[in-house]
């Protein structure tokens, strides 16, 4: 296989994942129908507010979900040709780190504080490569220095209360790259650290993703975070994947009435002593989800087209300690992910054409053009100089 | 911000530069700025060590050698009279200082009987919930509803006087042999299987708590098998608590020998504290004091010394404490 064909094949490929959790009230499902590829050198972004399951995805790929009460119901996780839902524990251990490694959002919990940090690095090296403590140690100091840390050697013998928050960060994500996985996933890998810092971390993982060619699967709330490191993004709601598209496409032109709402509620600048807007309501619990169109309670587009609509055709509803009326068809049918536009994929039946439109899996090669740029800190927003780059 | 260097390299901030001091290290350092808990540390030490030498045949002959009349009360004319003679004529220092044997041995094998007991079920317990916790937690419940020195003595009446395989040396040729249970491996027993309860609540607790931080995820998403998660990853966390562990409970086997004993349910054949303490009782009303004080003053300094050094430890190993000086 030459190396153009590798680069067109999707590394990770989700399909049709349903995750359950059984709970005293019943299962809930706090991923349904989820499918997502990830193609090598690719950062595929999954955002969404608290709760919506992008978490749970990226532990399911992993099959780290706690089981009991946790499930994975339905769906195939195919990582270079190999069912990960169907390996044995023992085999799934090494995937885990070796082909897969994963950070986590706090920096400052994720490392073991009786263990020197040579100690974890060493070990996550030793159980994935047949190599002596020594050599463990000297890839250790090598990914420390990767990872831009000075003065590795002595760092190494450091337990992790002596660093800050930025470079326990560093410390994670050099233990996760000493094995060179394949694919990154990072969840929420900047939320707990401060502006600076954030920014500081995100251009690392650029430069490393840039120098070793991994795949990225970043788990955010923050579309600022998006912009400055997403190929390709997946709004989730509800526990699905509402709108699909890549980074441009996305910000330029969202579809989804959510997405919509997500980009009316970041500050920008210039704009002042207006209110921000907000989506009014809050995100369903999974174990309570309404019937159809899981947004529609929140949606003001629905609301909108239900005062041009006949009577009968819209249903009256309680949200956020309001009544409102929203389209029959929202409240009772929940729309499917259907490519609206070319290489653009969303789920809401207000869209033109919607029904119109073909149902097929969402998969996007986009890389984006690197750009090298350096790190400017934070009194500039970094959402909006992301936004400028691309209308420019 | 302006004057950030493209470079994204991270400058070392000066006041971490110290030496990298471990949990342990750190723990060391707070308890060796307190006088009193390196003075309690010494008499430990000093215990230990007489316990060690205890274990020397000089001690066996001394103990059953009359250096004088029976009930002579101390007198400086010899070391063997320092603290008098019993009524028998054994001198009663050479007694006391047997005792340490038996107390060290009692404290030792109970403490990793019942420590071993407790952290293992624990761990298990805590670490994998569902209903191996279930069964753990209804057993150390059940256990610990009934008062532990009912539970103690109605072991030590079960065991005793049944004939148990033994591993004997005879003549130079090790064998089996079935033979009463040493009263002091009964009591040993009769402790480690009865106090685990304590630690294994304790270590339940937390591990529960430890099972869902970060580090734990982490070191699993990093391919870590289970095994190797609770003994290399978790125990280290919870490790403080079995230190503190040992060094109470070591007190509460002590005063348990010298209870049993008093009870006439323990050590039989050979001087124990509680034993020492237990022939006392008649002597007290003939005005015969130095026996009963001497044991008595070896078990209160010992115990006032591992009280305070708990309590010292326990203040060292407190995470909480972590970087308050």
Known sequence: ?392 | MSMMAPSISVVPDSDVAEISRSLWGDAWKRLSRRPSAMICMGIVAVYLLVGLASFLPVFDRKIEQAVADGYQGPSFKSFDRLLGTDIQGFPVIWRLLYGTRVALLITIFASVLSLGIGVTLGIVAGYFGGWIDDIITWLFTTVSSVPWILLMIAMVYALKGRMFPWFVIENRRPHFAWAEMDPTVMIILALGLTDWVGICRLIRGEVLKHRERDYVQAARAAGVGTGRILSRHILPNVFHLVIISFSLGAVAYVQAEVVLTFLGLGITGRPSWGRMIDDAKLELLRGVWWQAVAATAAIGILCLALNLLGDALRDALDPRLRGAD
């Open chain 1, 1 to 392: 296989m030459d190396k153009q064909e590798k680069m067109d094949q999707a590394l990770l490929e989700v399909r049709n994942m349903t995750v359950g959790f059984d709970t005293e009230r019943g299962q809930i499902r706090p991923v349904r129908n989820l499918s997502i590829s990830i193609f090598p050198g690719q950062t595929v972004a999954l955002v969404g507010e608290s709760g919506c399951g992008k978490s749970v995805t990226a532990l399911s790929v992993l099959r780290l979900i706690p089981q009991p009460p946790g499930r994975i119901l339905d769906g195939e996780v195919w990582l270079e040709g190999r069912n990960l839902l169907s390996l044995e524990e023992r085999q799934m251990r090494q995937v885990r780190g070796k082909e897969i490694a994963m950070i986590f959002q706090e920096p400052m919990t994720s490392l073991n504080p009786v263990f020197t940090i040579g100690d974890q690095i060493a070990e996550a090296v030793m159980l994935h490569q047949h190599v002596s403590s020594r050599q463990a140690y000297e890839i250790a100091e090598q990914s420390l220095r990767d990872v831009g840390i000075a003065d590795p050697g002595r760092r190494l013998y450091e337990y992790p209360h002596q660093m800050s928050g930025g470079m326990r960060q560093r410390v994670m994500i050099a233990m996760a790259l000493s094995c060179q996985p394949k694919l990154l996933i990072a969840d929420e890998p900047t939320t707990a650290l401060d502006v600076t810092i954030q920014a500081q971390i995100l251009e690392l993982l650029r430069k490393l993703q840039r120098e070793k060619g991994m795949s990225i699967l970043l788990i955010t709330h923050d579309l600022g975070v998006v912009a400055e490191n997403a190929d390709v993004v997946g709004v989730m709601y509800a526990s699905r994947i509402v709108e699909f598209a890549t980074v441009e496409d996305l910000f330029d032109n969202p579809q989804h009435p959510y997405t919509e709402g997500l980009f009316k509620s970041v500050p920008r600048l210039g704009h002042r002593g207006q209110r921000l807007d907000t989506i009014p309501g809050t995100v369903p619990n999974p174990a309570r989800f309404p019937a159809g169109c899981k947004f529609h309670p929140r949606c003001t587009r629905t609301r909108q087209a239900a005062m041009k609509e006949h009577p009968s055709e819209t249903v009256e509803i309680k949200s956020a300690g309001e009544t409102a009326n929203v389209l029959r068809l929202c409240a009772q049918e929940e729309p499917v992910l259907r490519e609206v536009k070319k290489g653009h994929w969303a789920a809401c039946h207000l869209i033109d054409d919607f029904k119109a439109a073909p149902i097929t899996p969402p998969v996007l090669q986009h890389r984006r053009e690197v750009v090298p740029r350096t790190v400017e800190g934070g009194d500039k927003g970094i959402l909006v100089t992301a936004k400028e780059e691309f209308r420019q």
